[in-house]
């Protein structure tokens, strides 16, 4: 019999990635979602379960028995004004570890959190180190809490993924690669700015390298997900420019400084525009998070940044 594995969540963009890699190398995986399959011939491996519905999705994951359990249920958008609105983040991750105590044959468990409990650039001292500055993060730091206040009776970690694309990805790391492609993105002046960011072939590699190895270590559980080195994303986009076989233009800083102060004016009014001090601080300051614990585990990664890169341009075309 083939290996069972759950993913709760497989229909938003890293679980479609992970199920296809997962049916191909020949799991028996069942993915519970209240969202339909990205990918249609995938409905037959899909239940559409909210993760909150505590009696429907115990039966659901009872009925299948799973031996590796890869929870990325979630919302993840910022929109939310209050916890409560991040429900899924909260009783959907509650629910779950209710449910894992009745399985008996269980082996690994990943629950999935977010780089968002602590701001962008900011390095925390331990895995209990947060400081969210959305109310998303605040979200998944309640995620984490859960997860440590229930421990699993089997082997266990958390994920924090940072900026992953890739095919099948949606905003806002698909409108990196739409501006790029609609000429509408330059460099600001000479600034370089360093991020890290996660092509998703590499991050179903690490998630997969989590999952079929032991995590024991109490001290360290927490695992971001990501490329190393980090990326300077002016070197990012010329390598996406060069690709569709054009060069990207730069623009002086006083420039887009300016074009930042108009914009936050015109938002004042309601009006959108599409430079804003926001947008700014974000293209110019750096966002890196440390992955060295995750390549202790995972250190090959199988695709480059330029693999990635291709492979993407190559899916939003045939998409389109």
Same mark, same amino acid.
């Given at each position: 019999?083939?290996? *069972?594995?759950?993913?709760?969540?497989?229909?938003?963009?890293?679980?479609?990635?992970?199920?296809?890699?997962?049916?191909?190398?020949?799991?028996?995986?069942?993915?519970?979602?209240?969202?339909?399959?990205?990918?249609?011939?995938?409905?037959?491996?899909?239940?559409?379960?909210?993760?909150?519905?505590?009696?429907?999705? &115990?039966?659901?994951?009872?009925?299948?028995?799973?031996?590796?359990?890869?929870?990325?249920?979630?919302?993840?958008?910022?929109?939310?004004?209050?916890?409560?609105?991040?429900? @899924?983040?909260?009783?959907?991750?509650?629910?779950?570890?209710?449910?894992?105590?009745?399985?008996?044959?269980?082996? *690994?468990?990943?629950? @999935?959190?977010? *780089?968002?409990?602590?701001?962008?650039?900011?390095?925390?001292?331990?895995?209990?180190?947060?400081?969210?500055?959305?109310?998303?993060?605040?979200?998944?730091?309640?995620?984490?809490?859960?997860?440590? @206040?229930?421990?699993?009776?089997?082997?266990?970690?958390?994920?924090?993924?940072?900026?992953?694309?890739?095919?099948?990805?949606?905003?806002?790391?698909?409108?990196?690669?739409?501006?790029?492609?609609?000429?509408?993105?330059?460099?600001?002046?000479?600034?370089?700015?360093?991020?890290?960011?996660?092509?998703?072939?590499?991050?179903?590699?690490?998630?997969?390298?989590?999952?079929?190895?032991?995590?024991?270590?109490?001290?360290?559980?927490?695992?971001?997900?990501?490329?190393?080195?980090?990326?300077?994303?002016?070197?990012? @986009?010329?390598?996406?420019?060069?690709?569709?076989?054009?060069?990207?233009?730069?623009?002086?800083?006083?420039?887009?400084?300016?074009?930042?102060?108009?914009?936050?004016?015109?938002?004042?009014?309601?009006?959108?525009?599409?430079?804003?001090?926001?947008?700014?601080?974000?293209?110019?300051?750096?966002?890196?998070?440390?992955?060295?614990?995750?390549?202790?585990?995972?250190?090959?990664?199988?695709?480059? &940044?330029?693999?990635?890169?291709?492979?993407?341009?190559?899916?939003?075309?045939?998409?389109?």
């Amino acid at each position: 019999m083939s290996t *069972k594995i759950l993913i709760t969540g497989g229909s938003g963009f890293i679980g479609t990635n992970l199920l296809e890699d997962l049916i191909e190398k020949g799991y028996e995986v069942l993915n519970i979602d209240f969202n339909q399959p990205k990918i249609s011939k995938r409905e037959s491996v899909w239940k559409n379960i909210d993760i909150t519905n505590y009696r429907e999705f &115990r039966d659901a994951v009872l009925s299948f028995t799973p031996e590796y359990i890869v929870h990325l249920a979630a919302r993840t958008d910022l929109d939310g004004k209050a916890i409560d609105d991040y429900s @899924a983040n909260t009783v959907g991750v509650e629910n779950l570890l209710k449910i894992v105590k009745e399985i008996p044959n269980l082996k *690994k468990i990943i629950v @999935a959190s977010s *780089k968002f409990v602590n701001p962008n650039g900011y390095v925390p001292l331990d895995q209990f180190d947060y400081h969210p500055h959305t109310v998303y993060g605040e979200s998944k730091v309640a995620t984490e809490n859960a997860v440590w @206040a229930n421990k699993p009776y089997c082997d266990w970690c958390i994920i924090r993924p940072t900026s992953i694309w890739g095919p099948w990805f949606g905003v806002p790391y698909r409108n990196f690669f739409d501006m790029v492609r609609k000429r509408m993105y330059f460099h600001i002046g000479n600034k370089k700015c360093y991020k890290t960011y996660g092509y998703i072939g590499n991050s179903v590699y690490q998630i997969k390298q989590l999952l079929f190895n032991e995590t024991q270590d109490e001290n360290n559980k927490v695992f971001y997900i990501g490329d190393e080195p980090s990326y300077e994303i002016n070197e990012w @986009a010329d390598e996406i420019g060069k690709e569709l076989g054009f060069k990207i233009p730069r623009v002086p800083c006083f420039v887009i400084r300016c074009a930042a102060f108009f914009g936050d004016f015109l938002k004042v009014f309601g009006l959108k525009f599409p430079m804003t001090s926001f947008r700014y601080g974000n293209m110019t300051n750096d966002g890196m998070n440390d992955v060295s614990a995750i390549y202790k585990i995972a250190p090959e990664l199988p695709y480059t &940044r330029n693999d990635g890169t291709k492979a993407t341009i190559e899916w939003i075309k045939k998409h389109e």
